[in-house]
């Protein structure tokens, strides 16, 4: 039942759309609890994350889970009918865990891409886009990052296809020209209705991050 699922996340936040992504794939009814993360976060997100204080949460049965790659872990396990996120395979789901990690650890260069200027902006813009060569370059030839079935190395960096558009207007460069097989991948990706129904529109996050580049 849905009000057992309650999903609090924060509308542009690429780490909620993994969770979404995950619980659609799985054909599962959540609720989705729309937070404030950057002013006014609810007692609800306090009590259930107390240590990070982040979204996204999911709330299973009164229960939190926390972290997005977590969460996705914690569905595929969870709710296991239909196809799995992650291989049975011992060695490709290692394989799977190994660039799921590999993308997080490269978030700190998406957002220089966008928050510095000048020199920092270029260096920054430099190795985001090596980033995505080498994840192009683990994609391959493939349909998904799996092979040709979408799982959970897809569910991993498909949340930042949301912001290319703004990454690309913030530093005056194509995503599509650096990397057109990721790019359709990406698209490739948009056609299940999972992931389209996840990811917000393009403009509407490039119009979020201008109003959060002036606060910060």
């Not at 982040?54 to 595929?76: A, F, M, N, R, T």
Request: aromatic share 12%; hydrophobic share 40%; proline share 6%.
């Amino acid at each position: 039942m849905a009000e057992e699922v309650i999903l609090l996340d924060f509308w542009p936040s690429p780490f909620g759309m993994r969770a979404m992504i995950a619980l659609r794939e799985k054909g599962v009814d959540f609720d989705l609890r729309k937070e404030d993360a950057l002013s006014n976060k609810s007692p609800l997100l306090l009590e259930m994350n107390p240590v990070h204080m982040k979204i996204p949460v999911l709330i299973h049965i009164g229960k939190p889970v926390c972290e997005s790659l977590v969460i996705v872990q914690y569905i595929d396990k969870t709710w296991g009918h239909g196809s799995p996120l992650l291989p049975s395979n011992p060695h490709e789901r290692a394989h799977a865990r190994f660039w799921a990690g590999y993308v997080d650890k490269k978030i700190t260069v998406v957002r220089a891409v966008w928050t510095s200027t000048g020199e920092a902006q270029e260096a920054a813009k430099k190795e985001y886009i090596e980033c995505l060569k080498v994840l192009e370059g683990e994609l391959g030839d493939k349909a998904y990052f799996g092979g040709e079935r979408f799982g959970y190395m897809d569910v991993s960096p498909i949340l930042f296809y949301s912001w290319f558009y703004a990454f690309e207007a913030s530093a005056d460069f194509s995503t599509e020209e650096e990397c057109p097989k990721l790019v359709g991948w990406a698209k490739c990706c948009m056609q299940r209705k999972s992931v389209a129904k996840s990811l917000p529109d393009h403009h509407k996050v490039y119009d979020f991050k201008l109003e959060l580049k002036k606060k910060l």
